[in-house]
């Protein structure tokens, strides 16, 4: 792990007043090495965005260290922050209002490599006509407005202007989720054949574990702020070690049991149903943050928060009674 | 079996600035007694206006209805008298929209728009009709519900939101609910809670329209299930055989196009190109430039809906049969 390219280490991150914060981000670690793309699954408000946005310095942490190609990132400002910004680089959710409406893509991409780059005005030129090609784009785009594109080669745009700067890791927050099925495999295949062709690492955070057993290789599970389990990807989904995993997995209807009886694939289902919703992040909760809704929950877990249980190098569980 | 509606060659435009889009065209479906049939096709393929359509819930202008019938008891709901229409909205036939936060008042408080609900199709007295309300409430799982009458729905969660829509509409015991993407803007967890709770709430002789852009909920909750493309139908069947034998390419290429939660990682094919724009659909089969297995025939005629055994398909590929009605 200490070769990684992106390290984070004991993370918490809190909003709002001292007395009683919101814990957006307790405790978080992870490593991401190169040509790696890891997964990073969660319900809505369980902290997936917040850890993107504390990687780029959006927000800044309480305690704990991100560590990125070997300097310590988490309190950069001015000239750092913006090398730090040529090497991280983030696709956003929804490509209508990531990209400027105002701007034509050929100046969007322009500004980005004017900024961050010595290249000069022809080879950008040359550089713009070579990003809209990687990303699937007809190179005569560069004098189109973002409203003359489709939701699906919006997302090329804005995944084009990420690569521009030639960036070492790519952040992409629910990348696919607002795109329809169709062109949510053309988007998905793109970023397969980008993981393929370079070395970049990728933090791939969706709600989608379809998707994300599509094109991660390694995921971790949040919850409340916690990344709850970490496993490889075909792993975690043969045998899921967190509860939260098992009931996550179960609840995701997949048509895959396509020949399989209907009815007895949702009974097994209901077994592992979650009761209740997730509780407020200001909740303070006694012991595991998720033995309120487990099915599992015992006595110690209502008294006592489960340390971390590694199995692996990237195997590990938060729970007490994982095995 | 028999149907509870008839949908019969329904028609709806659109009047914009750009022109007049046909936003569907020549849709034919009926709705059995008791079944769950869901409705699937990607944004604008036109699944929402068909099933505003059938409480003729489409903003009018810019929307019109064309042409077609709407059958429901034997009388037509697109020729029927506002007054009748009204009878029948939220009574014989409920509606769950997909967000919650907009189909809730936001000015009143949950427990005196489930009343007005009741008083509005019942003669009963208000504490009657907060009685009902509040064991409603109490049916579909939200904690607390004696305390949740007096709450405003922002006070609510997403998930308890949909539970009490859910409790709106089932009061009344329609004969058809129509769920309009009911679970879209929830987490899975939650999603999954609120399908059960829908399974549970249903009653043998209840039917479910399930409107719906994930083939994994139509396959976890419908019995039968209509594709649509482009504004219009072009597959119905039942769910198994549709799902494990496609007979439109469309409905192949859409099934194959989904990451699997079981499988391994091969690479998924895709559809090429995009959903053509409703002002310029091509003259003959709609998913013509998409297909590939289109011919000539494809790019000169339209196909229309044909019988094919116990299905229906709109593509020459299967054009044998006799025309569905």
């Known amino acids: 792990m200490d070769n990684a390219l992106l390290s984070i280490n004991e993370l918490h991150v809190h909003f709002g007043p001292q007395k009683r914060p919101v814990r957006a981000l307790r405790d978080v670690s992870l490593a991401i090495n190169r040509g790696e793309c890891v997964g990073l699954v969660g319900e809505s408000g369980c902290g997936k965005s917040t850890l993107a946005r504390t990687v780029l310095g959006l927000e800044s942490a309480q305690s704990g260290t991100i560590t990125f190609d070997g300097h310590t990132a988490t309190r950069w400002s001015g000239r750092n922050l913006r090398k730090l910004r040529a090497r991280i680089q983030m696709v956003f959710q929804d490509p209508f209002s990531s990209l400027n409406p105002r701007m034509k893509v050929g100046r969007m991409l322009d500004e980005v490599l004017r900024v961050h780059t010595a290249l000069r005005s022809a080879e950008r030129k040359h550089e713009i006509a070579r990003l809209l090609q990687a990303v699937g784009l007809d190179p005569a785009f560069t004098s189109r407005f973002p409203h003359e594109f489709s939701g699906g080669q919006r997302q090329r745009v804005g995944i084009a202007r990420a690569l521009a700067v030639g960036p070492d890791l790519i952040i992409a927050d629910e990348p696919v989720s607002a795109l329809d099925v169709s062109v949510q495999v053309q988007i998905l295949n793109l970023l397969k054949e980008l993981q393929q062709n370079t070395d970049l690492a990728w933090l791939f955070i969706a709600h989608d574990l379809a998707v994300v057993r599509y094109i991660c290789s390694r995921v971790c599970v949040m919850y409340m702020g916690r990344i709850v389990e970490s496993a490889p990807v075909d792993e975690l989904f043969q045998h899921p070690l967190h509860p939260y995993t098992q009931a996550l997995i179960a609840a995701a209807p997949d048509i895959d049991g396509a020949f399989d009886d209907r009815s007895s694939r949702r009974r097994k289902a209901e077994k592992t149903r979650l009761k209740g919703e997730v509780p407020s992040p200001t909740d303070v909760i006694p012991g595991c943050p998720f033995h309120p809704r487990c099915p599992k929950a015992k006595a110690l877990c209502r008294k006592k928060e489960p340390l971390i249980m590694t199995f692996d190098e990237y195997r590990w569980c938060r729970c007490h009674f994982a095995e | ?325």
């Open chain 2, 1 to 325: 079996m028999k149907n509870v509606v008839h949908i019969k060659n329904l028609e709806v435009v659109f009047d914009t600035d750009e022109g007049c889009i046909e936003a569907v065209r020549d849709i034919t479906l009926s709705i059995r007694e008791g079944e769950t049939l869901g409705l699937v096709g990607e944004s604008g393929c036109g699944k929402s206006v068909t099933s505003m359509s059938i409480l003729r819930l489409i903003p009018c202008p810019p929307g019109r209805i064309t042409g077609g019938e709407i059958l429901f008891d034997g009388q037509d709901l697109l020729t029927l008298p506002i007054p009748q229409l009204r009878r029948i909205r939220g009574q014989a036939i409920g509606m769950i929209f997909q967000e919650p936060m907009t189909a809730l008042s936001p000015l009143h408080r949950i427990g005196s728009q489930l009343v007005e609900a009741w008083q509005f199709h019942y003669p009963l007295k208000r504490r009657e009709a907060w009685e009902q309300s509040l064991a409603w409430l109490e049916k579909v799982g939200i904690p607390d519900p004696a305390q949740q009458m007096y709450a405003y729905p922002y006070q609510l969660s997403g998930g308890m939101r949909q539970r009490v829509m859910i409790a709106a509409a089932m009061m009344m015991a329609p004969r058809l609910l129509i769920a309009d993407e009911p679970t879209t803007a929830l987490d899975v967890t939650i999603q999954a809670q609120i399908l059960d709770l829908m399974r549970a709430m249903k009653k043998a002789d209840t039917s479910v329209l399930l409107i719906t852009h994930d083939m994994g909920v139509i396959w976890e909750m419908c019995e039968r299930v209509a594709v649509m493309y482009a504004g219009e139908i072009v597959e119905v069947g039942d769910v198994e055989p549709l799902f494990n034998t496609p007979l439109h390419p469309y409905t192949e290429a859409l099934l194959q196009s989904i990451p699997s939660l079981a499988e391994g990682r091969g690479r998924l094919p895709t559809i090429k190109g995009q959903v053509p724009s409703p002002l310029e659909y091509p003259a003959g089969c709609r998913f013509s430039s998409r297909c590939p297995h289109a011919f000539d025939r494809c790019l000169a005629e339209h196909p229309t809906l044909k019988k094919q055994g116990a299905r229906q398909v709109r593509c020459f590929l299967h054009d044998e049969g006799e025309v569905a009605s």
